[in-house]
């Protein structure tokens, strides 16, 4: 697990806009273990057999992830939808619309459901919060081929995230 854990960081850097290089994942893994087991942090030297095993793994690990994915690691954001959606249906939700979208990367619902179907979803939810009513006949999601159980589905999504306690600082060194 620790392995798998470390090789989806590493492709995570690599498909979004902050790649690492793997000896800054194999570090802080090895750090984090170190703390892990109560044992001393040792300084991982890059040219000891230790680190190169250590890349080995990481970089096996990263290949037997791609191949399990198919090589399909391109996930669309909702994100370059909501301002298309919103011009479309004169709203001013913009902002609020946006944060949602960012929140929703926090939950699983990007791969769950189709980018079109979260910005919806999203859109939704802006609406409702700020009371601004959008077209019903027709529906106004039928256009941007989404459905209404996938909009409340993300809805529900979004709840529960905003329902959760805020995050606690748990302080590294004790």
Request: proline share 5%.
């Amino acid at each position: 697990a620790k392995r798998v854990a470390a090789s989806c960081v590493w492709l995570a850097g690599k498909l979004e806009e902050s790649p690492r290089r793997s000896k800054h994942i194999i570090f802080v893994f090895h750090r984090m273990e170190c703390r892990r087991e109560n044992l001393p942090i040792e300084f991982l030297d890059v040219f000891s057999t230790k680190y190169t095993e250590l890349r080995h793994d990481l970089i096996r690990t990263e290949r037997h992830l791609l191949k399990e994915m198919g090589f399909i690691c391109h996930v669309e954001h909702p994100h370059k939808f909501i301002s298309n959606y919103l011009a479309t249906l004169e709203a001013e939700l913009t902002q609020e619309a946006w944060n949602l979208a960012n929140d929703s990367l926090r939950t699983t619902l990007c791969v769950r459901f189709k980018s079109e179907v979260v910005a919806c979803g999203v859109v939704y939810a802006a609406a409702r919060r700020h009371r601004v009513p959008l077209p019903e006949d027709p529906p106004w999601w039928t256009v941007f081929d989404a459905d209404e159980a996938g909009i409340q589905e993300v809805c529900k999504v979004l709840a529960h995230l905003y329902s959760l306690p805020k995050a606690q600082y748990i302080p590294v060194y004790k």
